[in-house]
Nanobody
Framework: QVQLVESGGGLVQAGGSLRLACAAS????????MGWFRQAPGKERAFVAT????????YYADSVKGRFAISRDNAKSTVYLQMNSLEPGDTAVYYC??????????????????WGQGTPVTVSS
């Protein structure tokens, strides 16, 4: 059973930056695609970014493109989300997810079988 633990969330002013990390309990995640999703208050969980197993392919939601960057360190079984130029609209609980047994990135929540507990991000204006 794979466990995912997010960290790095917190309170930041608009225009600031945060770096989220997602550590996995199993080294085998290095062969699987990973993703970040977020759920804002009163809204459904939505796609943010995804990365293939090798890191060669990344995709982003239009709302974060150019501001956020997803990366991974397979030796550490960790995926990151660098968030720059944060806006109040980025306030949400951020979840990482593992696409077990698949190497290609995906923006669809139904493609992910393992989820972290989430880390809250609050951006003040």
């Amino acid at each position: 059973q794979v466990q995912l633990v997010e960290s790095g969330g917190g309170l930041v002013q608009a225009g600031g930056s945060l770096r989220l990390a997602c550590a996995a309990s199993a080294r085998t995640i290095s062969t699987y695609a990973m993703g970040w999703f977020r759920q804002a208050p009163g809204k459904e969980r939505a796609f943010v970014a995804t990365i293939s197993w090798s890191g060669d392919s990344t995709y982003y939601a239009d709302s974060v493109k150019g501001r956020f960057a997803i990366s991974r360190d397979n030796a550490k079984s960790t995926v990151y989300l660098q968030m720059n130029s944060l806006e109040p609209g980025d306030t949400a609980v951020y979840y990482c997810a593992l696409r077990a047994y698949y190497q290609s990135a995906s923006r669809y929540q139904s493609d992910y079988g393992y989820w972290g507990q989430g880390t809250p991000v609050t951006v003040s204006s």
